[in-house]
């Protein structure tokens, strides 16, 4: 089994060293890589940058920066690049990015898959490029076709592979596989995974993201809502499940979204092994 995690680069001496000692635990399941957000409108570039190079530095775990496109001009994309290139990195994850509120000049590249043709034109097959995946279709697609063929345009331009969105129902990321396949698109896609931990927060993220919290799950974590244990202890059982199930149908690598947590990831990956 295949193990992943996000983080994103903390801006404090304090959440740095909170980092520091999350990675370690985390690098104890012998992870393939850490990944790092990049931030709206690249806002975290230089500690998304600096965060990369001290994990390749000392955790000797290979590292796998986000790179958004929206705010940003070629050169510095360029820039940015060389300066992983010549640190080592060769993994990165591509996106489109949000746009700031406000943002009049979103940068030379309006989408995740001119991004990704400027990599690979740029520098060949250097880096191995992820991009997003949506199995429960990204919030601003006018619907299931038009999602479907950004996805696919993305993989036509030179990526390699996939990380998808978080999701709570399995058969979304099943459906989804199944369709991109039909569009001749064959490549890894691995399951993002959102522990539960908190209920306002969750709420938050998938009303942004567009993705789904079943009615059963919703229920009960507004029943939990005060009950920290109890919300977590259901949380957790509710993504280990989905976990195993995804495994028990072939699936044998998974993306975490740590949010610079340990414990909730380390529960899961000991529930499925």
Request: hydrophobic share 40%.
């Amino acid at each position: 089994m295949k193990i992943s995690f996000e983080f994103f680069p903390p801006r404090t001496d304090e959440g740095k060293q909170t980092l520091r000692q999350v990675r370690q635990v985390l690098g104890t399941t012998q992870p393939e890589y850490f990944s790092l957000t990049f931030g709206a409108g690249g806002t975290t570039q230089n500690v998304t940058l600096e965060t990369a190079l001290d994990i390749q530095k000392n955790d000797h775990i290979a590292v796998a920066p986000h790179l958004s496109c929206i705010g940003s001009s070629a050169s510095k994309i360029k820039n940015l690049l060389n300066q992983y290139q010549s640190a080592g990195i060769n993994h990165i994850v591509v996106l489109r990015g949000d746009i700031p509120s406000g943002m009049r000049d979103i940068g030379d590249f309006h989408y995740a898959n001119e991004l990704v043709a400027f990599i690979k034109s740029e520098y060949g097959n250097h880096f191995y490029i992820e991009v997003a995946a949506y199995p429960e279709m990204h919030p601003q697609s006018k619907n299931i076709q038009t999602d479907l063929a950004y996805f696919a345009n993305k993989i036509k331009s030179g990526a390699n592979a996939a990380i998808t969105q978080y999701f709570y129902n399995a058969d979304a990321y099943f459906r989804f596989k199944d369709e991109v396949e039909k569009l001749g698109i064959d490549v890894p896609i691995t399951p993002g995974i959102m522990p539960i931990t908190n209920y306002a927060q969750l709420f938050r993220f998938s009303n942004l993201c567009g993705a789904e919290i079943p009615k059963w799950i919703l229920s009960r974590l507004i029943f939990y809502q005060n009950d920290l244990d109890s919300l977590r202890a259901f949380g957790t059982e509710v993504v280990s499940n989905l976990c195993q199930t995804l495994k028990t149908q072939g699936v044998d690598s998974f993306h975490f979204y740590s949010m610079n947590r340990a414990d909730p990831c380390l529960q899961i990956i000991n529930n499925l092994e």
